[in-house]
């Protein structure tokens, strides 16, 4: 019965290392032209939300690094985006996902958990 729960202690505390105590959210300007990282460096999350602001005036596409105004998941003003959530052996990383924008004012913002 101790390692039961010696066991099932271990676990829970993996679980509580692999994910963040709370949400956290931040905003990234786009690029001048091109693609852009939606953040400067590895920052990994189980749930990642991207929202593009009502405020903007064109169209964000989001992707992989080859994204480009015209491919991708394409977001306008006031839509979001949900990238499924990831197992706890797996994770997002806002570094390895991509942003193009037709209007290059614009910004995202993002939250994780």
Partial sequence: MKRIVLVLSLLLMQGAILHPASPTSGSTTCPTSGAKRVASSSTKAITVTIQVPLANAGVIYLGG?????????????????????ASNSN???????????????????????
């Fill in 65 to 85: 690094s080859t994204i480009s105004s015209t491919t991708g998941i394409q977001l306008n003003k006031g839509d979001s985006f949900t990238f499924a959530p």
């Fill in 91 to 113: 994770s997002w990383d806002l570094f390895q996902i991509y942003f193009a924008c037709s209007t290059n004012t614009d910004t995202i913002t993002w939250i994780i958990d």
